[in-house]
């Protein structure tokens, strides 16, 4: 069992900055890899960032690449999603998710064993 917990969300306006943070317990944090999913309202869930087990693979939707960065401390057990130049389209609820499965993180919703219950994160224009 993986047990997450965001926080960090909020409302921020267009072109501000949020860290949002993933803390895990359960099974051994550092090996399995780590996603960040949103879901805005009357919208499918959606990818938005993965790490491997150890921070040295990354991955991002085309949509944020340059503005969020993804990142994990295995020593505290959690993830970061920091999330720069926000636009209102990034309005949503982020899920933060774990990856059990060997091999390269998964972009995937139904590829991740564990949720977190999700922060919401407001952009105002």
């Known amino acids: 069992q993986v047990q997450l917990v965001e926080s960090g969300g909020g409302l921020v306006q267009a072109g501000g900055s949020l860290r949002l943070s993933c803390a895990a317990s359960?099974?051994?944090?550092?090996?399995?890899?780590m996603g960040w999913f949103r879901q805005a309202p009357g919208t499918d869930r959606e990818f938005v960032a993965a790490?491997?087990?150890?921070?040295?693979?990354?991955y991002y939707v085309d949509s944020v690449k340059g503005r969020f960065t993804i990142s994990r401390d295995n020593a505290k057990n959690t993830v970061y999603l920091q999330m720069n130049s926000l636009k209102p389209e990034d309005t949503a609820v982020y899920y933060c998710?774990?990856?059990?499965?060997?091999?390269?993180?998964?972009?995937?919703?139904?590829?991740?064993?564990?949720w977190g219950q999700g922060t919401q994160v407001t952009v105002s224009s």
């Open positions: 998710a774990a990856d059990l499965r060997v091999g390269v993180p998964s972009t995937v919703v139904y590829d991740y064993d564990y």
């Open positions: 359960g099974r051994t944090f550092s090996r399995y890899a």
């Open positions: 790490i491997s087990w150890n921070g040295g693979n990354t």
